[in-house]
């Protein structure tokens, strides 16, 4: 159990596009998401945490008009980036908390994002 | 804020046991402790949690000592296939607080 699920798992965009990628969580609620980036051989850096019908909180440094994050639901969260650029290339990682006790997270494939 | 410190990076050799210690001097009463896994372009995968004392399942066992400033991942015959990094995350799931990773351990199993 406790599946999450992001899609799509790569894309690459011309620089100034936006791309949107989906996080959902697949047989539990979720009732927040968090999403994260990674660097090649570096940490995961958290970006932002959403929880569902609110406002997502962003990170110091993270420019929240440039990622958009929309968790419209219990099992679905959304991160636009808008206006790509190159150096917004890198690895984006979804995970979701569940309901109840456990303060574990579920993490998400990951997408691989690169802008050309 | 809870810093985290762990090893960059560990060998050993497959059968035996690897323990991959955190630091974590000024965690907070309320954070928990968690292990991830990370494969390459993979996203963690959970290995275990714990609050305090001993906590063991089917993959490792999670040592942490009384006042819980540091906390060491075991993992019992490891495999080649254990080759991964290992994420030390110190924190608990609020919005009020913050979720900190550590940089990660390289562990590489040798045959």
């Known amino acids: 159990g406790a599946v999450v699920s992001q899609h799509p798992s790569w894309v690459i965009c011309k620089s100034g596009t936006s791309v949107k990628i989906e996080c959902r969580s697949l047989d539990f609620q979720a009732t927040t998401m968090f999403w994260y980036r990674q660097f090649p051989k570096q940490s995961l850096m958290l970006m932002a945490t959403?929880?569902?019908?609110?406002?997502?909180?962003?990170e110091q440094g993270v420019e929240k008009d440039k990622f958009l994050i929309n968790h419209a639901s219990l099992t679905l969260s959304t991160l636009t980036v808008t206006s790509a650029h190159p150096e917004d290339s890198s690895f984006y990682i979804c995970?979701?908390?569940?309901?109840?006790?456990?303060?574990?997270?579920?993490f998400g494939p990951g997408t691989r994002l690169t802008v050309t | 804020l809870a810093k985290i410190t762990q090893p960059i990076s560990m060998d050993s050799y497959e059968g035996q046991e690897v323990n991959i210690t955190c630091s974590h001097n000024?965690?907070?009463?309320?954070?928990?402790i968690t292990w991830y896994q990370q494969f390459p372009s993979q996203g963690p995968r959970f290995i275990i949690q714990g609050y305090k004392t001993k906590v063991t399942n089917e993959v490792a066992s999670l040592f942490i000592p009384a006042d819980r400033k540091s906390s060491t991942l075991s993992l019992p015959r490891v495999s080649l296939s254990d080759t991964a990094v290992y994420y030390c995350l110190v924190g608990i799931l609020n919005r009020d607080d913050k979720i900190i990773f550590g940089k990660g351990t390289r562990l590489h199993i040798l045959p």
């Open positions: 959403s929880n569902e019908g609110s406002k997502a909180t962003y």
């Open positions: 995970s979701a908390m569940g309901r109840g006790g456990s303060y574990e997270q579920y």
């Open positions: 000024n965690i907070a009463t309320n954070d928990y």
